[in-house]
């Protein structure tokens, strides 16, 4: 520690150190020859799509930075992002069509030509849908890496069983919550006015380590600016080391919390009455809902000292709207997931901080017209991390197409396609076979829940076609594999942000040619509809077309929108309640009511509860602890494991056991064990992390390790499987929320059983 | 002539690695290595925990013991007081690497002579600023010219307490930790 | 946490080095003996230990840059001198040093004859490098300054050239051919080494807390070897020498044989164990 105005420290001049050492200053780096260029993109590494500069020189890419210009990286970029490189470059790549000649599994495959791989997939699919009934046999589930493309195309062929996981599995209970409360989504980048926050409540919210850019940024930017920060997590995460308080909650709690918060603010009334007044409904019947929670009930559920509760509830309505407690996004825990997370929406709303400084602006979304394609059978399922597929229309399927094999409308009420669901129908048969599947950029074995179930399913399936770009397992298990092009080496679709200051459109293309014989989504997802016989809704020749006429709308070209990458729409920036307001505008809150909607009465009219309630979750049993996940800040989920330069900073995950947890067992930090849940299901080994970090009723580990299979090298048997070990999910009744915290979990020594 | 230096703070970094990796690209290191590292340091017992990140890296000392202990004179300072490498003279006896008391030094697996962190010289020579200090999402690397009272180094050192670990060997380097309020060394 | 890795160091120096520490003892130690013993008339000796030197200085400068990653630079030792550099200081002592062997050889073989004049300037020269052969592998480990807490003494300087000159003594005494080896400079050379290594094991007690923590790591994983070493490289030795002097013996005899044995043990192992523990981890 020094102080610095004594700078005497510093004055040492270099020359007395030097000595006889010879300066060769004149010494300088080789400059990189050849041609140098740089292109605009914007990132794929995660669903944040940061806007990028991609410096090429010779045709190779050298550099990935961040694009100052774009609003969501603003010239930053994350360790992923940057390592965009590795991705193009991993020699474990797909690198030709490939049709297998054994049989599901087995992992033997012969090349082939495109035309071969994509004439032999259309024939089967057309196969599937001839002897099954229609395209409603066949289930399409693509993830952002492969564009949207191919939801379009199940969409036009008329299968309602498409999606991707982005609901299910991560946000679709928060944007259910989101829509039913303010009638907006909460979308792909969180509208939190972080910048005018003081008081911030995170809720298992791990801003860090899911390492999401502008988050980052706006995060430590707010406490920067002096926002107390309280977290409410089982596990000290990074956030939690930035915060004014931590409270280690009791696991799957957070509801009971969230009710006592409101119980002290309601009944101090510290609400902010008139915001209430005007632009809610069903504050009275809160208000008589609550009453019950005291911070003393509370206390002994969530472990958690009434005193704390009390005081973070005075501190956060002290702050009024400047207070927030902004969503996470993977809420899928408890299979309650939509009442929690109204639960924290209807606690924002008693401070008044939707549409004001400090709480949640209104994230308009910029404006460029759609491609008009000739009415499809279907709507597209979207299926992006932006929340698409998450309506709460009830959308009615034409009379000539079965409805979804999930059960939508009988298990869950809203929401898109919950592929758990799916792949129980699939192994089962029930209530109508499927029999094909097109799995674009979702990785099978590493995100659904009940790993033995999807490949049971997987053996039932008459066709398997898989997109993607690395061999992982369950790729290795398709019919027919296509490699597809890494975003570096494609045009994608315009994507459009909807931002607090400045909405705009992103541009994608391809930086340098595509490598080996692998082909971009569009065209293949084109290729495919043309052999499904669906031409007309592929109108377009190719994608510079496609992005010229949605550009025309704007008076650009692909031309010109490649100068910056990048078109800007402040004009339709209107954050605030006061923007509306000032021009005599409506608030839009899009609930039937027109208001934030605190009592659902569509919850109630669905027989559901139209406020939300506590409900007891399931206890681990004796010697089990409750298995928790969450991200590392240099893997994005399963796809980055193989990526030369993340593998080496991060290779493996650890299983966080609490130190008093661990002495009782017997675990030394460091050593190597296997995890085995409540049904029996065995991880691969794991190594122990021993730490104070955590509550002695959970473990920890990092989702997204574990693969198991030889052809990726640099992931091969590295780190445990949290899915691995998810062989059970909990429902949710109103998004089909697939609940994975309802996993326990038991450390197994390789010589034996520790208790 | 300038001093430059480089800092973190501690209170804005969130161990995200950003800066490990825009250093590997822009410097073309091999995969194995890396010129700047993070690690975590946790402290206390549940639940009053802390948890930090700390950074390695060059922190080209004005009292280098690397330069000191280099017989061909491949390690010198500069006059912008950077610890530079003239990787021509360099003959791999690995002195500076053991001599390094923040390990920040090491052998290039391919090329056999001694690697360490920059300052990114070759950006500084274009007016940039080190690739780490650019790409940190949250602005916790900071860095100038000390002798400048205007830079963002003076700026930042301004209203924040300095920790310089190891500061009892006296190399007096030129990288610090800051922090508003500072917690025990661990 | 996951995020965290350094770069795996290991071992920076490897086994070529401790070879090279080794070897450059027993040239320094073999050198000064040749040195004194041409001043003090003992030709026989002399010759002995030149024979012995100069193939060993060979061999040494063969592991030194055996142990370079980027052995084909090693000219540029010779294109600069660093004066607070070990290793310079090192290159320097030892060419002298095989410079003036070469000469003393030369004259030995009759190839051509040298002036008395100019052999007895070569063999001062032979002692003042020697001096410094036999310390620079010290200094080498001291001038890591508290990187390496175990080798932050300049105590090791004298200490490794105590040894050396023991080792030397020894090995003349272990493969005597000529003349004798004076029993007082080897009893000398352990005795003087012994004082040295209880000095320095004395500074590494009172030090602060991270050579404390280097000391605990070298106790626990080199705990035995470094005992042994301690004991019978120095102590025994340094015993034997002082039971060797009070028995005023003309020739060591089995005492000499033993204490030659045990020192050259105690000086390879010393050198070995401390590079090694020296980069452990702790």
């Known amino acids: 520690m020094i102080d610095f105005t004594r700078r005497e420290f510093f004055k040492l001049s270099t020359a007395t150190v030097g000595a006889l050492s010879i300066d060769c200053s004149t010494f300088g780096r080789k400059k990189a020859k050849g041609e140098t260029g740089t292109k605009y993109s914007f990132c794929d590494m995660c669903y944040w799509h940061c806007g990028i500069k991609v410096k090429v020189v010779n045709g190779r890419v050298v550099k990935i930075t961040g694009d100052e210009n774009d609003p969501l990286s603003r010239g930053k970029l994350c360790a992923r992002g940057q390592a965009g490189i590795q991705q193009l470059y991993n020699p474990d790549r797909l690198k030709k069509p490939l049709i297998s000649t054994g049989k599901r599994g087995e992992g033997k495959y012969r090349e082939a030509s495109w035309k071969e791989a994509l004439d032999y997939s259309a024939e089967k699919l057309l196969k599937v849908s001839e002897k099954w009934g229609g395209p409603e046999a066949t289930a399409w589930l693509c993830h952002c890496s492969c564009g949207g493309l191919f939801g379009h195309l199940a969409a036009a062929w008329g299968s309602p069983n498409s999606g991707g996981p982005a609901h299910a599995l991560c946000i679709g209970g928060r944007e259910i919550a989101s829509k039913l409360t303010f009638g907006r989504p909460v979308g792909e980048h969180m509208p939190v006015d972080w910048e005018n926050a003081r008081f911030i409540v995170l809720i298992g919210n791990h801003i860090g380590e899911n390492s999401h850019n502008t988050l980052m940024q706006d995060f430590i930017g707010a406490l920067d600016n002096g926002a107390k920060l309280a977290v409410v997590d089982p596990r000290f995460s990074t956030a939690a080391s930035k915060a004014d308080w931590w409270l280690p909650i009791k696991p799957g709690t957070d509801t009971a919390l969230l009710l006592a918060w409101m119980n002290v603010i309601i009944s101090e009334e510290r609400y902010d009455k008139e915001y209430l007044d005007k632009y809610a409904i069903g504050f009275e019947e809160l208000k008589n809902h609550v009453s019950e929670y005291t911070p003393e009930w509370a206390a002994k559920i969530t472990e958690i000292e009434a005193g704390t509760i009390v005081q973070i509830a005075r501190e956060m309505a002290k702050y009024g709207h400047h207070a927030v407690i902004p969503p996470n996004r993977h809420v899928s825990w408890y299979g309650n997931d939509t009442q929690r997370m109204r639960a924290l929406f209807i606690l924002n709303a008693l401070l008044g901080n939707y549409g004001r400084e400090g709480g949640f602006y209104f994230a308009a979304k910029p404006w460029v017209m759609e491609y008009e394609y000739p009415p499809s059978k279907l709507a597209s399922a979207g299926g992006g991390c932006g929340g698409g597929g998450g309506g709460l229309g009830s959308e009615v399927l034409p009379d000539n197409v079965r409805p979804r094999v999930d059960g939508k409308g009988e298990k869950f009420l809203y929401g898109g396609l919950v592929e758990p669901e799916l792949f129980k129908a699939m192994a089962t048969g029930k209530p109508y076979p499927v029999k094909g599947l097109v799995a674009a950029g979702t990785n099978l074995f590493h995100s659904m829940p009940n790993v033995p179930r999807v490949k049971k399913a997987l053996k039932n399936l008459d066709f398997y076609l898989c997109v993607d770009i690395l061999p992982q397992e369950h790729v290795m298990w398709a019919d027919v594999i296509l490699p597809d092009t890494t975003y570096l080496e494609r045009y994608g679709d315009l994507h459009a942000v909807p931002h607090k200051t400045t909405p705009f459109i992103s541009f994608r293309e391809p930086v340098i040619k595509p490598l080996y014989d692998t082909k971009p989504g569009w065209w293949i997802a084109r290729e495919l509809g043309k052999r499904l016989g669906l031409d007309e809704y592929f109108p377009w020749e190719n994608y510079e077309e496609y992005l010229n006429t949605r550009l025309d709308s704007l008076g650009l070209s692909v031309e010109e929108i490649r100068k910056k990458g990048i078109v800007k729409q402040p004009q339709m920036s209107k954050p605030y309640i006061k923007d509306y307001e000032s021009k005599g505008e409506v608030v839009p809150f899009k609930t039937p009511s027109g208001k934030i909607e605190i009592y659902s009465k569509r919850l109630k009219e669905a027989g559901l509860d139209p406020l939300p309630k506590y409900e007891k979750v399931e206890e681990p049993p004796d010697g089990y602890f409750r298995l928790l996940y969450g991200r590392s800040p240099v893997h994005s989920f399963s796809r980055t494991q193989s990526n030369r330069w993340l593998s080496k900073i991060m290779r493996e995950n650890e299983v966080w056991v609490n130190a008093k947890v661990a002495k009782k067992l017997g675990l030394r930090h460091g050593e190597y064990v296997a995890l085995e849940n409540q049904d029996g299901a065995k991880s691969n080994k794991i190594k122990v992390k021993v730490t104070e970090r955590i509550r002695s009723d959970c473990v920890y580990m990092v989702h997204g390790f574990g693969h198991n299979t030889p052809k990726l090298k640099r992931q091969h048997r590295k780190g445990a499987s949290d899915i691995a070990l998810q062989t059970r999910y909990k429902l949710d009744p109103i998004s089909g929320s697939c609940g994975l915290h309802v996993n326990f979990v038991k450390f197994v020594k390789s010589g034996g059983r520790v208790s | 002539m300038s001093k430059y ?150 700026v930042a050192l301004k209203d924040k307490k300095i920790h310089i670990p190891k500061k009892e060997i006296g190399t007096r380097p030129k990288f610090f930790y800051l922090k508003k309020k500072l917690t025990e060394e661990a | 946490m996951e995020i965290g890795i350094a770069n795996e160091l290991g071992h920076v120096w490897e086994w070529p080095l401790g070879l090279h520490f080794v070897l450059s003892a027993l040239v320094a130690g073999l050198s000064i003996i040749a040195g004194i013993a041409h001043l003090t008339d003992r030709k026989g000796l002399a010759k002995a230990a030149v024979f012995f030197a100069f193939p060993i200085l060979i061999v040494d400068l063969l592991s030194l840059i055996l142990d370079l990653s980027k052995m084909w630079s090693v000219y540029w030792l ?20 095989a410079v003036c062997l070469f000469g003393f050889i030369i004259d030995y073989f009759k190839i051509f004859p040298i002036p008395k004049r100019i052999l007895n300037l070569l063999a001062w020269l032979l002692i003042g490098s020697s001096v410094v052969v036999g310390t620079y592998t010290g200094a080498m480990f001291a001038s890591c300054l508290q990187a390496v807490p175990l080798w932050c003494s300049m105590l090791l300087a004298p200490l490794f050239f105590a040894s050396a000159v023991a080792m030397g003594a020894a090995l003349l005494e272990l493969f005597k051919f000529g003349e004798n080896i004076s029993g007082w400079s080897l009893s000398l050379g352990a005795f003087t080494a012994c004082l040295m290594l209880i000095l320095y094991i004395t500074e590494l007690y009172s030090s602060p807390k991270a050579t404390q923590d280097a000391l605990e790591y070298l106790l626990s994983h080199y705990g035995a070897i470094w005992w042994a070493t301690v004991s019978l490289g120095f102590i025994i030795p340094a015993i034997l020498a002082v039971i060797w002097i009070v028995l005023r013996q003309k020739s060591p005899g089995i005492i000499g044989k033993s204490i030659a044995l045990l020192s050259l043990f105690g000086g390879i192992s010393l050198r070995f164990v401390l590079l090694f523990a020296g980069q452990g981890h702790f």
């Open chain 2, 5 to 154: 230096a480089m800092a973190v703070d501690l209170e804005k970094c969130v161990g995200c690695g950003a800066c490990m990796v825009a250093c590997k690209a822009e410097n073309g290191v091999p995969p194995e290595v890396f010129r700047l590292t993070v690690y975590e340091i946790e402290q206390g017992t549940f639940p009053d925990v802390k948890v930090e990140f700390r950074h390695d890296q060059c922190r080209h000392c004005e009292i280098a013991p690397c330069v000191l202990v280099c017989p061909t004179g491949a390690s010198f300072i500069d006059k912008n007081g950077l610890v530079r490498l003239n990787a021509t003279r360099c003959i791999g006896c690995k002195a500076c690497v053991v001599a390094c008391p923040y390990d920040a030094r090491f052998t290039n697996p391919e090329k056999g002579y001694a690697e360490k962190c920059s300052f990114c010289d070759h950006r500084l020579a274009e007016d940039k600023q080190p690739v780490c200090v650019q790409t940190c999402p949250t602005g916790a690397r900071v860095f100038g010219d000390l002798d400048d009272p205007k830079s963002d180094i003076r």
């Open chain 3, 78 to 97: 010779y294109l600069n001198f660093n004066i607070t550099s070990a290793i310079s200081w090192g290159t320097l002592s030892l060419t002298l040093s």
